[in-house]
């Protein structure tokens, strides 16, 4: 059985060899199915479900519907949510963090990816991020261990820091240089990719 704790030291072990060179990393969620069966299963409902709405409905609609399995097509049960960190430079995963309770968010989950990636880049600069991490509390965190976040904000944000100086020092480097900020910014695909590589590889 491979706990938890394992993973953090193979983190530790893979990255040794480029702790000093990786300045910037990038932060993104996902979900991944238990079973593959499961996962199929769930794509195989949701086509069956759209063919069954294009067709015309028959007077008796219970009738009619009755052999269709009855189930919640927004289910996320056989889903784990996962938090990464990726080192832009070198693609390794600097920090994770996995969770099958689906009450905990993203944002939650965050934290322990991003201490982990501190402890395995102690030199590292910038943290990128999706709209998702752009919450106040989560910019002035890793603002107050001296990075610089590059979070996209959103479209309704104000420069109304609310006692979170660290939110209202990232939005004002994106006012002040947004071509040089948005090209920081923009390496965050690459832990999507890894996100990508990681599900097609498992």
């Given at each position: 059985?491979?706990?938890?704790?394992?993973?953090?030291i193979?983190?530790l072990?893979t990255?040794?060899?480029?702790?000093?060179?990786?300045?910037?990393?990038s932060f993104?969620?996902t979900?991944?199915s238990?079973?593959?069966?499961?996962?199929?299963?769930?794509?195989?409902?949701?086509?069956?479900?759209k063919?069954?709405?294009k067709?015309?409905?028959p007077?008796?609609?219970?009738?009619s519907?009755?052999?269709?399995?009855i189930?919640?097509?927004?289910?996320?049960?056989?889903?784990s949510y996962?938090v990464?960190?990726?080192?832009?430079?070198?693609k390794l995963?600097?920090?994770?963090?996995?969770?099958?309770?689906?009450?905990?968010?993203e944002?939650?989950?965050?934290?322990?990816?991003?201490?982990?990636?501190?402890?395995?880049?102690?030199y590292i600069?910038?943290v990128?991020?999706d709209?998702i991490?752009?919450?106040?509390?989560?910019?002035?965190?890793?603002?107050?261990t001296h990075?610089?976040?590059?979070?996209?904000?959103?479209?309704?944000v104000?420069?109304?820091s609310?006692?979170?100086?660290?939110?209202?020092d990232?939005?004002?480097?994106l006012?002040?240089?947004?071509?040089?900020?948005?090209?920081?910014y923009?390496?965050?695909?690459?832990?999507?990719?890894?996100?990508?590589?990681?599900?097609?590889?498992?």
């Amino acid at each position: 059985m491979v706990y938890f704790y394992d993973f953090i030291i193979v983190f530790l072990v893979t990255n040794e060899c480029v702790e000093t060179e990786e300045i910037t990393c990038s932060f993104d969620g996902t979900g991944h199915s238990a079973s593959n069966k499961e996962n199929y299963a769930d794509k195989r409902q949701k086509q069956n479900s759209k063919k069954n709405q294009k067709k015309t409905k028959p007077a008796n609609d219970e009738q009619s519907y009755a052999s269709f399995p009855i189930t919640n097509l927004n289910s996320n049960r056989g889903f784990s949510y996962c938090v990464m960190g990726i080192g832009v430079k070198y693609k390794l995963i600097s920090g994770m963090s996995v969770c099958p309770d689906h009450s905990l968010g993203e944002t939650t989950m965050f934290l322990e990816a991003y201490f982990q990636t501190l402890r395995n880049y102690p030199y590292i600069e910038n943290v990128l991020g999706d709209g998702i991490y752009a919450a106040r509390w989560i910019t002035d965190i890793v603002s107050k261990t001296h990075l610089t976040p590059y979070f996209l904000p959103k479209s309704n944000v104000t420069f109304q820091s609310k006692g979170f100086s660290g939110c209202y020092d990232m939005l004002y480097s994106l006012w002040d240089d947004p071509q040089k900020w948005l090209e920081q910014y923009h390496m965050r695909s690459i832990s999507e990719t890894v996100n990508s590589m990681v599900k097609c590889r498992f």
